[in-house]
Nanobody
Framework: QVQLVESGGGVVQAGGSLRLSCATP?????????MGWYRQAPGKQRELVAA?????STNYADPVKGRFTISRDENLVYLQMNSLKPEDTGVYYC??????????WGQGTQVTVSS
């Protein structure tokens, strides 16, 4: 069983910043193919926010381009969120994909951006 530990969610005012962190077991470092973040707002589908591959390639959803930055460090993945908007509000989920194993989800961390 793979357990992802998420942190960094909270309540901020529009224009503020948050940094989300997700940790995987260090023993899995060399098996990680993709690490990323998804989010889900009430009444909406879960959507990809950002992802980074083991080779360093990144992918961002259009609404967050230029404002969010995903980065990785060994068994950790971060999402730096700047210039936050109320529409960024939602539950953010960490996701990892392991080679020859499959994907795993964190339990989610709430991000609330007030106007």
């Amino acid at each position: 069983q793979v357990q992802l530990v998420e942190s960094g969610g909270g309540v901020v005012q529009a224009g503020g910043s948050l940094r989300l962190s997700c940790a995987t077991p260090r023993s899995l470092i060399f098996n990680i193919n993709v690490m990323g973040w998804y989010r889900q707002a009430p009444g909406k589908q879960r959507e990809l926010v950002a992802a980074v591959t083991s080779g360093g390639s990144t992918n961002y959803a259009d609404p967050v381009k230029g404002r969010f930055t995903i980065s990785r460090d060994e068994n950790l993945v971060y999402l730096q969120m700047n210039s936050l908007k109320p529409e960024d509000t939602g539950v953010y989920y960490c996701y990892i994909e392991l080679r020859r194993v499959g994907g795993y989800w964190g339990q989610g961390t709430q991000v609330t951006v007030s106007s």
